[in-house]
């Protein structure tokens, strides 16, 4: 499991996840676990980053 904040600071929007770092997601096809709005599964996450050519 990856935190949001962390994924988001990761990518340089800074650990706040403002709208752009939502929007990135979104773009890349990332969405959250289910009940755990703020938590991303590592697999979603490594292909995600792929997607964008971060990894």
Do not use: Q
């Amino acid at each position: 499991m990856i935190y949001a904040g962390d994924l988001s600071a990761d990518l340089g929007f800074g650990r706040n996840m403002p709208p752009k770092f939502w929007n990135w997601c979104r773009r890349h096809g990332l969405r959250a676990i289910e009940g755990k709005p703020l938590a991303f599964d590592r697999d979603e996450v490594k292909t995600a980053l792929e997607r964008a050519g971060k990894a």
